[in-house]
């Protein structure tokens, strides 16, 4: 019984010994553990938290960028160049109103610094307050540089912190030199948008994931703040008192060494603790038109370590806990680590497709916004042309009206009685009245059809009355016009019925024989109607010089002529006409090299 005793001691002694070292090993290996599992946590928080700057730092500069291309693509216009103050207060309200959720405003600054124009204000605003801003930076450095340029924080008389990004206005010009002409650019001013850093703060705050509790803030590379969750902060210096009062002593030196590496234009992410609380934080340069401007920073608490700690400690008391506890415990682990690993695996996916889905969005939308820049020069240049040409097609019957005008009241200064008018006088007052009447109709015209109003009155008529009517009106301008060129006019009428706008139909057909009378210097100008497969086809053919082949493609479109005289409208408006009618009108250079033809078609009844 005593040597049972006695063994049985021995056994609980071996068991014991076995018990407590492996409990010391469990111990010893479960503290290991425990710091691997806390490092690798980190590292995939700290992971996380670039990730989530690298994010927002993305969106950031495709806010940003929205409004610098709005700022180049005003500083590039014509109608800012050519001063032309309504139309460039119409770009400048459509600026803000595609960037109003971080713009509080555009603003327009001629070459003295004088605002002249800024965003949604009205004509009798600029006469009242014309301010003169040539003392502030955003006007002094691009007047000096030519180049854009972007302020840091400055408040405003409305106490609202602000950020301002301003383009210089460079307009080409011709200068001489001994060896010739060369271009050379004038600044004419600057064009400025006003950004509210508070806007620019709560956007990011919403962009943060929810899952994280994350702080945001923003400082420009001399390390002024331009954001912060203390709006006290905003515009102060990290080394200044108001921010270095609020970091506690222990950590002041660890702290500042982040800030100042962060300021260095490198991506990182890393960890502070001060008393058992642990932050990542994690910064991202932000970079606009290859210069680095600001360095984005996400702070993320978290009390990984503390809890890691705790564990440890506890662990420390139940070191006499069985062997299978200790195992049931570190599959348990080992499963959460799992599941938790394969979690963050799938968020991390996830979130790396609609990164990649993001960055496609963003290039397809960069294409489609570079395709309407492309589209809004060419309106520009077509617009100018026509403002040209067009100012040129009223002076030309303006002035000779003028001239009969002045004229006449002359001969009254003179006689003071009676005075005689010859025809021929009359006859240029109406003629060139006629010319702007054209004009004019020719506008509104364009202006109906912009709009969608054009509308038809159909009636049943025969077309060989409309094209003969055409011809001798044609004739008659030709003998009125004093017009001595070797041109017939041919046309074999042939009765064709149509349902039409008379009106129309016979404003597009005498746009077509003018057009041919104004290219043809001699030969024969033939019109034709038949009917061919369900539809009446009318053409005029002339012996001219042909179409341009840079203009063929576009010939129908607003603008577009070759002519020193027309203002391009007439083509465009009779294809519009016929398009009406649910016709079709097309042209073609004459296979025998000689003119060209037009045609159109109408359906029949």
Same mark, same amino acid.
Request: a neutral charge; one cysteine or more.
């Given at each position: !019984?005593?040597?049972?005793?006695?063994?049985?001691?021995?056994?609980?002694?071996?068991?014991?010994?076995?018990?407590?070292?492996?409990?010391?090993?469990s111990y010893q290996y479960s503290s290991i553990t425990a710091k691997e599992i806390a490092e690798i946590a980190s590292q995939e928080i700290r992971s996380n938290a670039r990730i989530e700057a690298h994010d927002l730092s993305e969106l950031l500069i495709h806010d940003i960028q929205s409004i610098t291309n709005n700022l180049r693509t005003l500083a590039d216009a014509p109608t800012i160049h050519n001063n032309m103050t309504k139309l460039a207060q119409v770009l400048i309200d459509s600026a803000q109103a595609s960037t109003g959720v971080l713009t509080d405003g555009y603003y327009l600054l001629d070459q003295n610094g004088t605002l002249i124009a800024w965003s949604n204000s009205n004509s009798s605003a600029f006469e009242k307050n014309r301010l003169d801003l040539s003392s502030q930076e955003y006007f002094i450095v691009?007047?000096?540089?030519?180049?854009?340029y972007y302020t840091s924080v400055m408040n405003s008389a409305d106490n609202v912190p602000r950020l301002y990004i301003s383009y210089p206005i460079m307009v080409e010009q011709a200068a001489f030199s001994k060896s010739g002409t060369i271009p050379a650019s004038t600044f004419k001013g600057v064009i400025v948008a006003a950004v509210n850093v508070n806007s620019i703060g709560r956007s990011l705050q919403s962009e943060l994931s929810p899952e994280i509790i994350s702080n945001v803030g923003l400082m420009d590379k001399n390390g002024v703040f331009l954001y912060a969750r203390k709006h006290a902060l905003i515009g102060k210096n990290y080394l200044g008192d108001e921010f270095q009062s609020s970091i506690p002593?222990?950590?002041?030196?660890?702290?500042?060494?982040?800030?100042? &590496?962060?300021?260095?234009?490198?991506?990182?992410?890393?960890?502070?603790?001060?008393r058992g609380n642990t932050t990542t934080i994690s910064y991202q340069p932000i970079t606009i038109d290859g210069k680095r401007l600001?360095?984005?920073?996400?702070?993320?608490?978290?009390?990984?370590?503390?809890?890691?700690?705790?564990?440890?400690?506890?662990?420390?008391?139940?070191?006499?806990?069985?062997?299978?506890?200790?195992?049931?415990i570190a599959l348990g682990i080992a499963f959460l680590i799992l599941s938790w690993n394969k979690r963050l695996k799938g968020a991390v996916d996830a979130r790396t497709l609609e990164l990649r889905r993001a960055n496609e969005s963003l290039i397809e939308s960069n294409k489609l916004l570079a395709s309407a820049n492309e589209q809004l020069k060419i309106h520009d240049r077509m617009q100018n042309e026509f403002i040209n040409v067009a100012a040129h097609e009223l002076r030309t019957p303006i002035m000779p009206i003028l001239g009969d005008a002045e004229y006449i009241e002359h001969k009254f200064d003179t006689r003071n009685e009676i005075v005689e008018v010859d025809k021929e006088t009359i006859a240029s007052i109406i003629r060139n009245a006629k010319r702007l009447d054209r004009l004019a109709s020719d506008i509104l015209d364009v202006t109906r059809i912009e709009s969608k109003s054009l509308k038809l009155n159909k009636e049943q008529f025969d077309?060989?009355?409309?094209?003969?009517?055409?011809? &001798?009106?044609?004739?008659?301008? !030709?003998?009125?016009?004093?017009?001595?060129?070797?041109? &017939?006019?041919?046309?074999?009428? &042939?009765?064709?019925?149509?349902?039409a706008d008379k009106g129309r139909i016979t404003q597009v057909i005498s746009n077509l024989l003018r057009n041919a009378i104004k290219f043809t210097s001699e030969g024969v100008i033939s019109i034709d109607a038949f009917t061919r497969e369900h539809q009446i086809i009318v053409s005029v053919k002339d012996t001219g010089p042909g179409i341009d082949t840079e203009i063929l493609p576009r010939l129908? @479109?607003?603008?577009?002529?070759?002519?020193?005289?027309?203002?391009?409208?007439?083509?465009?408006?009779?294809?519009?006409?016929?398009?009406?009618?649910?016709?079709?009108?097309?042209?073609?250079?004459?296979?025998?090299?000689?003119?060209?033809?037009? !045609?159109? @078609?109408?359906?029949?009844?």
């Open positions: !019984m005593v040597a049972f005793s006695k063994n049985n001691i021995v056994i609980l002694l071996v068991i014991a010994a076995i018990g407590t070292s492996l409990s010391i090993l691009p007047k000096e540089t030519h180049s854009p002593v222990d950590i002041k030196n660890t702290y500042d060494g982040i800030l100042g &590496r962060s300021l260095e234009g490198n991506a990182g992410a890393e960890d502070i603790t001060v600001w360095t984005l920073y996400i702070g993320s608490p978290h009390s990984l370590t503390s809890n890691v700690g705790l564990l440890i400690d506890q662990q420390k008391n139940f070191s006499t806990l069985a062997v299978v506890a200790i195992g049931a077309l060989s009355d409309v094209i003969s009517t055409c011809v &001798r009106d044609l004739r008659e301008q !030709m003998e009125n016009d004093g017009i001595d060129r070797n041109v &017939r006019l041919f046309y074999s009428p &042939r009765k064709i019925l149509v349902e129908f @479109s607003k603008f577009v002529t070759k002519s020193d005289t027309g203002t391009g409208l007439g083509l465009f408006i009779s294809k519009s006409i016929i398009d009406a009618h649910k016709g079709k009108i097309w042209a073609e250079n004459n296979h025998d090299g000689k003119g060209c033809t037009f !045609m159109f @078609s109408l359906p029949s009844v």
